[in-house]
């Protein structure tokens, strides 16, 4: 039997066929790499709560044996609650999530056992302008924040040069990325008071 190509049933019918055959590959492909994606995304967030606490690691796998033995995660009002004892100090963590320039920013932050002070801050995944907003993921960014004094409940990312103090509870903000420096202030100022709740601190 004879298709004729110029026919609106043989151009449908192709069509259909060609669109199938692509669903069944991509519904393939999903499904093995699903499995990949969230495993990488759960190493993500264990290797951002260790960065945050200061706890370090050599790589991936000493990431989550180290994750593992060290790091007790509690569901406390739909908030996951991570803790571990640092250096003789109880140290607690939180994910979370916020709105930067662009699109959603996630991260852990944590902070001592009388939310007075900043431990380490790091983030999991953010879609600010790379260059731009995208440098809070570098060092000098993060770094900051350890050991920073939580004042009035927040963290001021500043738009102009503060000193090296670490009880003034101010940071540098990020040349030419104004509103993502000021996303991740309100971020913080949103989870300090959630942290101070669930940890029972007034």
Same mark, same amino acid.
């Given at each position: ?21 692509f &669903? ?7 499904a ?8 990488n995304?759960? &190493? ?38 991570f803790?571990?004892?640092v ?7 939180? &994910? ?6 662009w ?11 009388n939310?007075?002070r ?13 260059g ?15 050991n ?18 670490k ?36």
């Amino acid at each position: 039997m004879r298709f004729d190509r110029d026919s609106k049933f043989y151009t449908v019918t192709f069509t259909f066929i060609v669109s199938f055959v692509f &669903l069944i590959v991509l519904s393939g492909l999903n499904a093995m790499t699903s499995q990949q994606v969230k495993k990488n995304q759960e &190493l993500f967030m264990v290797r951002a709560v260790l960065n945050a606490m200061g706890i370090p690691y050599e790589n991936d796998e000493e990431a989550i044996n180290v994750f593992k033995s060290k790091i007790t995660v509690e569901m406390k009002d739909s908030y996951s609650l991570f803790s571990s004892e640092v250096d003789g100090e109880t140290v607690y963590a939180i &994910l979370f999530n916020g709105s930067g320039l662009w699109g959603n920013i996630s991260g852990v932050l944590a902070v001592d056992s009388n939310v007075s002070r900043i431990v380490g801050i790091d983030f999991i995944s953010q879609s600010e302008t790379p260059g731009l907003g995208g440098r809070i993921e570098e060092s000098w960014f993060k770094e900051q924040f350890r050991n920073e004094a939580i004042v009035n409940d927040k963290i001021v990312v500043s738009t102009a040069k503060v000193s090296d103090s670490k009880d003034d509870g101010l940071v540098d903000a990020i040349t030419g990325a104004t509103l993502t420096s000021k996303s991740i202030e309100k971020i913080i100022a949103t989870y300090i008071p959630v942290l101070k709740s669930l940890l029972g601190v007034n």
